[in-house]
Nanobody, 124 residues
Framework: QVQLVESGGGFVLAGGSLRLSCAAS????????IAWFRQAPGKERDLVAA????????YYPDSVKGRFTISRDNAKNTVYLQMNNLRPEDTAVYYC?????????????????WGQGTQVTVSS
C-alpha cells in the first residue's frame, strides 16, 4: 500500500505557473504508475497527466497538452506536475493517484490509491 500527499497548490493569475508535488510513502514507489486528476465544482474528475513506472511513457489530454508536464523522481518518491500558462478553467482540486503496474493508465477507475488533493485557483 502507498500513501500519497499532494502539495504546491495555490492561487495564481492567468498565465502564471505552479508546480504540484505528490510525495509517496513506501519503498516500492518505482513500481507504481502515477497520474494527476482534477475535479472542478460540479464536474467529474478528469485526467490531466499520467506517467509510467520508468518515465518512459506519459499521457496528456488535449486540454493541457503543451502546458502541463508530468515527471517523477523515483529516488525521492515524488511525482511532479509543472503547470504553465494557467487558465481560469484549470481551477480545480488536483489529485494524484497510483497503481502497481507497468502499464500507463488513463482512466480513474484503474487507480487504487489516491491523495487528499490540493486546490489550484486561477484568476483572470
Amino acid at each position: 500500500q502507498v500513501q500519497l500527499v499532494e502539495s504546491g497548490g495555490g492561487f495564481v493569475l492567468a498565465g502564471g505557473s505552479l508546480r504540484l508535488s505528490c510525495a509517496a510513502s513506501g519503498r516500492t514507489f518505482r513500481s507504481y504508475s502515477i497520474a494527476w486528476f482534477r475535479q472542478a465544482p460540479g464536474k467529474e474528475r478528469d485526467l490531466v497527466a499520467a506517467i509510467s513506472t520508468s518515465s518512459g511513457s506519459t499521457y496528456y489530454p488535449d486540454s493541457v497538452k503543451g502546458r502541463f508536464t508530468i515527471s517523477r523522481d523515483n529516488a525521492k518518491n515524488t511525482v511532479y506536475l509543472q503547470m504553465n500558462n494557467l487558465r481560469p478553467e484549470d481551477t480545480a482540486v488536483y489529485y494524484c493517484a497510483a497503481r502497481v503496474t507497468l502499464r500507463l493508465l488513463t482512466t480513474e477507475h484503474e487507480y487504487d490509491f489516491w491523495g487528499q488533493g490540493t486546490q489550484v485557483t486561477v484568476s483572470s
